[in-house]
Nanobody, 114 residues
């Protein structure tokens, strides 16, 4: 059974930073491209960053230069370092393989507000 457990969210002021973590189990994690997705209120879930099994990364334009995705295959964990946060980054953040599999965690809420 696949389990994805996200953590690290919270309330942060604009310009601040957070580091999200996601622990995966039940999959051969090291073989998957992993992604961080987010869903803001009233919006669809969207992919914002991905990292291949070999460590190649890609980002959507609106997070480039601010977010960094990384993975530790020994720990079955993927990270998202978020800097220079903006109010529009407020969302629930999820990790999942890319393409996504139908097994989502609860996500972790990031709120950017002064």
């Amino acid at each position: 059974q696949v389990q994805l457990v996200e953590s690290g969210g919270g309330l942060v002021q604009p310009g601040g930073s957070l580091r999200l973590s996601c622990a995966a189990s039940g999959i051969i994690y090291s073989r998957y491209t992993m992604g961080w997705y987010r869903q803001a209120p009233g919006n669809q879930r969207e992919l914002v960053a991905r990292i291949t099994s070999r460590g190649t990364t890609s980002y959507v334009d609106f997070v480039k230069g601010r977010f960094t995705i990384a993975r530790d295959n020994a720990k079955n964990t993927v990270y998202l370092q978020m800097n220079s946060l903006k109010p529009e980054d407020t969302a629930v953040y999820y990790c999942n393989p890319v393409p996504a599999i139908p097994s989502w965690g609860k996500g972790t809420l990031v709120t950017v507000s002064s």
